[in-house]
């Protein structure tokens, strides 16, 4: 079996320029993260508050950790000191509340705005209509001083099609499209694009990708 070092050194080879690599490490061990900082990877995804609390500790600090999955409010605080993006943000309510616990101890943060496009009503996100209401209303925007809203993120359905996860990462980026040269326009920070997992980062890529979230690619298949 490659070793972690070598699934990476493969994946940021084909990444082209100004494209990021976010390690997706949930349930992988922090002997396995260790791994991959060893070889270079800075950023970092974890989906669970617990996990990325009970990780973070015992890595280096100059690692950025993204937080990828669905988070409840009542984890906020906890991941705070923590996280340098959460990709999550799936409703005003939680950018609010992001907005709170980063002024509470005083740090900015950077969010992006999940967007639900995939056929599975089990992801969470945003609809293109809310997230297009919201920022009409100015509420992506306005009274979030400590919170940098940086692009979109979004999951492509589960499945073989791949031309139904292309039309899904082409609706992403038109959206992405459309909030940056709206609500965003003045915006310095609205740059980031954030879609592609192990099966299909190629197409995300192609429709735009910042950022892709790999991990099993890397890290080999979870245990969960
Ligand atoms: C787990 C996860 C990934 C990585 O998926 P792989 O198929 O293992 O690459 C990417 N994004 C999110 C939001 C995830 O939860």
């Known amino acids: 079996m490659p070793s972690i070092q070598e699934n990476l050194e493969k994946v940021v080879a084909l990444l082209p320029e100004g494209v990021q690599l976010v390690a997706v490490s949930k349930f992988h061990p922090v002997e396995e993260l260790a791994e991959a900082y060893a070889a270079g990877q800075r950023l970092f995804g974890e989906n669970r508050a617990q996990e990325l609390v009970a990780k973070a500790p015992q890595l280096p600090a100059d690692i950025r950790w993204h937080f990828i999955g669905h988070l409840q409010k009542n984890k906020v605080r906890s991941i705070m000191p923590y996280v340098t ?26 969010v992006l705005l999940q967007l639900h496009v995939a056929q599975e009503e089990t992801k969470s996100g945003f609809s293109v209509d809310e997230v297009l209401e919201a920022a009409e209303a100015g509420l992506l925007t ?83």
């Open 142 to 224: 306005e009274n979030l001083p400590h919170v940098r809203v940086c692009g979109v993120m979004a999951m492509a359905s589960l499945t073989d099609d791949m031309e139904q996860v292309a039309r899904e990462f082409d609706l992403v980026r038109r959206t992405y499209l459309t909030l940056k040269d709206g609500a965003f326009d003045e915006s310095e920070d609205f740059n980031h694009l954030s879609m592609g997992m192990s099966d299909d980062w190629q197409v995300a890529v192609k429709y735009g990708a910042t950022l892709v979230r790999i991990g099993t690619a890397i890290f080999g298949s979870r245990n969960y």
């Open 85 to 110: 993006v959460i990709e999550s943000v799936d409703s005003v309510q939680l950018l609010q509340l992001i907005e709170k616990e980063a002024a509470r101890i005083d740090r900015n943060v950077e």
